[in-house]
């Protein structure tokens, strides 16, 4: 039997999952606006994965065009939303602001672009863009995340007659299910569900690859193939004792907070999170704001090479996380359900292939932390299953192989994008990948 967490009220709920951010009022947006330098060569656009024309959007907001500034936007970024509240804006866009080189507060670009977005599906998700006549092609999406979307709503502009096929009863991906919710809240994915779904793109739920369709009859049935599944499960410790009750992944964690009321989900008091990655910090912090007593994230190297962001760092510690840094797990204590877990120091020696000090772990410094929950956030799988039954892909470090002009795979007919050929970067990174292999699979097909 986990020892459980006291649960809160839902005031206290409501509280701790609200949002980091807090939107701009009209006035705030064009005053903020009205800041930007409208930089010609606008380093905030370079810094942009899908390389939205940032001065160009907030200069339509300063004229309080705000239609047009949606378009500017949306022409690049077909998940602008997740994107706005969820990219790690300090180290893209506002990280390249000039103003920071001038030691002032750079614009406040991702909270901007939320206005302008925000704006747009409150006034009914207007028509920006007219699609090209039908070509007779279609195309089938085997994930509806980021690069799905993306993918899918650049192809229906080209003409394309699109069907996305998603495994889960509610499309969005990684946006609707494995971002925290104080950061994004599910309603928001699915508003950009219903954006590219109003272009005529077809969603197909329940479908699993594999299970209720075959990829032969999947195939058979489209032109072209578009793969963006992003990652699986967590990768296990491969530690004693993981089977244990009160093991569980991060992703799943997270899903599980998304999907139930918060009332529901059962926490331990005392939390131990394995890694140190954003997610793993989202599960920390998720895990604190649900009532845990006391949460700590565990991780082999030192903090200076942590993978997380430092603003994420810095939110764990303000929700009261606390690190072991040169620490790894060795074992999972407890009978039926966790009861604590054993680590080892580690100390960091010769570099790795990556550059990395490789850690190694000190002899005779083991100790144990008592602890009713493990939280693994250590990386997540690809989807093996799937990707074997797909002829003629080229896999890579658990990684699809494409071509990185058209993100054609080494089967003429599929397209990849996302998580799944880059082993796990930003929404934003998946956002342009699907886009930029809509316009691959239209030279595929019309050699143009």
Request: glycine share 10%; net charge neutral; charged share 25%.
């Amino acid at each position: 039997m986990i020892n459980l967490a006291q649960k809160l009220t839902e005031q206290e709920y409501e509280k701790n999952f609200a949002e980091l951010h807090p939107p701009f009022s009209k006035n705030s947006a064009v005053a903020e606006a009205n800041r930007c330098l409208y930089c010609y060569d606008s380093p905030c656009t370079k810094a942009c994965p899908t390389h939205i024309d940032i001065p160009g959007f907030i200069k339509k907001i300063a004229s309080e065009n705000l239609k047009g500034s949606a378009k500017t936007i949306l022409e690049a970024n077909w998940v602008a939303l997740t994107c706005a509240k969820a990219c790690p804006v300090d180290v893209l866009c506002e990280g390249a602001c000039v103003f920071i080189e001038k030691n002032e507060k750079p614009i406040e670009i991702g909270r901007l672009q939320r206005f302008v977005i925000e704006n747009y599906f409150h006034a009914g998700m207007p028509k920006l863009f007219s699609a090209k006549p039908r070509n007779g092609k279609s195309v089938g999406i085997i994930g509806s995340g980021p690069a799905g979307l993306a993918c899918s709503g650049e192809l229906a502009l080209l003409g394309f007659d699109v069907t996305i096929y998603e495994a889960k009863e509610i499309p969005g991906g990684l946006n609707t299910w494995g971002i925290a919710p104080y950061k994004v809240r599910q309603a928001d994915s699915l508003k950009e569900v219903k954006l590219v779904e109003s272009y005529g793109v077809k969603i197909k739920t329940k479908i699993r690859i594999g299970k209720e369709i075959s990829f032969e009859e999947l195939s058979s049935k489209h032109d072209a193939i578009f793969i963006g599944i992003g990652l699986g499960e967590s990768f296990d410790l491969k530690v004693e004792g993981e089977n244990l009750k009160g093991v569980i992944g991060a992703l799943e964690f997270i899903e599980e907070v998304k999907a139930e009321k918060w009332s529901k989900v059962n926490v331990g008091k005392r939390v131990a999170v394995i890694g140190a990655g954003n997610t793993s910090i989202d599960a920390a912090t998720e895990a604190k704001r649900l009532g845990a007593e006391h949460v700590m994230i565990i991780y082999r190297r030192s903090r200076s090479e942590m993978p997380a962001y430092e603003f994420e760092f810095q939110l764990a510690q303000k929700d009261g996380v606390t690190f072991h840094f040169q620490t790894n797990p060795v074992r999972v204590i407890g009978s039926n359900s966790v009861e604590g877990i054993e680590c080892v120091k580690m100390q960091l020696a010769e570099l790795d292939e990556r550059g990395r000090r490789r850690p190694k772990p000190i002899p005779g410094s083991e100790f144990k932390i008592p602890v009713d929950m493990v939280i693994k956030a250590i990386g997540q799988q690809t989807n093996t299953d799937l990707l074997g039954s797909i002829p003629n892909l080229k896999i890579e470090n658990g990684m699809i192989v494409v071509d990185p002009e058209t993100y054609q795979t080494g089967n003429p007919k599929v397209f990849a994008g996302g998580d799944c050929i880059n082993g796990g970067k930003e929404v934003v990174n998946a956002a342009y990948d699907g886009k930029r292999a809509a316009h691959g699979i239209y030279k595929y097909l019309f050699g143009k």
